[in-house]
Every structure is written in C-alpha cells, then in structure tokens.
C-alpha cells in the first residue's frame, strides 16, 4: 500500500474515532454499548460492542482502533488485541501515527 492510501486509512479511522467519541457520551453507561467500527475502510458502517471501560482504556493511546475482526488493514497497522467482540489494531508509526495522534 502507497504512503497516500496508508495516511487515507489513518484519516478514516480518526474520523470513525471522532464519532464513536459522540456516541458514548450519549449511551446509558451499564452494561454494553454500540459503537462503530474503527476500520480504515471506505463504507464501512459496521457496529461493535464494547463497554465503557474497554472503550476508556482504548481510547488512552491514541494511535489505537476498536475494529471487527478481518477489518484489519495489515499494510497500515498491526493487530495488538483480539477479544470475543472485536479486534484492536495499532499505527506503528511513521505520517499515519502522526495523523491519528493529532486528531486524537
């Protein structure tokens, strides 16, 4: 994948991230809540389940993303976690860390 479409992911999931961050706030905070999936994929509009907590704790580095499992785009980032639910996956670094970082 060229530099363009790994720095167009990371955007995506910023992006994704910026709106999850809107749902939270207003979900019911017990038991668990819907939010989108974080891919960097054009279109997607999948949800995953995550509690508050898991979704706290993701949201504390910010070059990481809650996604469905298989939504992982392994030229841009690497697969860190995998749960029942969903998968995290996380920028290495370089222009892409950098973006999602920034809009963090």
């Given at each position: 994948?060229?530099?363009?479409?790994?720095?167009?992911?990371?955007?995506?999931?910023?992006?994704?991230?910026?709106?999850?961050?809107?749902?939270?706030?207003?979900?019911?905070?017990?038991?668990?809540?819907?939010?989108?999936?974080?891919?960097?994929?054009?279109?997607c509009t999948?949800?995953?389940?995550?509690?508050?907590?898991?979704?706290?704790?993701?949201?504390?580095?910010?070059?990481?993303?809650?996604?469905?499992?298989?939504?992982e785009i392994?030229?841009?980032?690497?697969?860190?976690?995998?749960?029942?639910?969903?998968?995290?996956?996380?920028?290495?670094?370089?222009?892409?860390?950098?973006?999602?970082?920034?809009?963090?």
């Amino acid at each position: 994948m060229r530099r363009e479409g790994r720095q167009r992911v990371a955007m995506n999931e910023a992006t994704f991230r910026k709106v999850n961050e809107g749902m939270e706030a207003g979900q019911d905070t017990s038991g668990l809540l819907m939010f989108l999936c974080e891919c960097g994929r054009l279109g997607c509009t999948e949800l995953i389940q995550l509690t508050r907590g898991e979704y706290e704790s993701l949201r504390t580095n910010p070059r990481r993303f809650a996604i469905v499992d298989g939504h992982e785009i392994l030229e841009a980032e690497a697969i860190v976690e995998r749960h029942e639910r969903y998968s995290v996956v996380e920028k290495a670094g370089g222009p892409e860390a950098e973006i999602v970082e920034h809009t963090d």
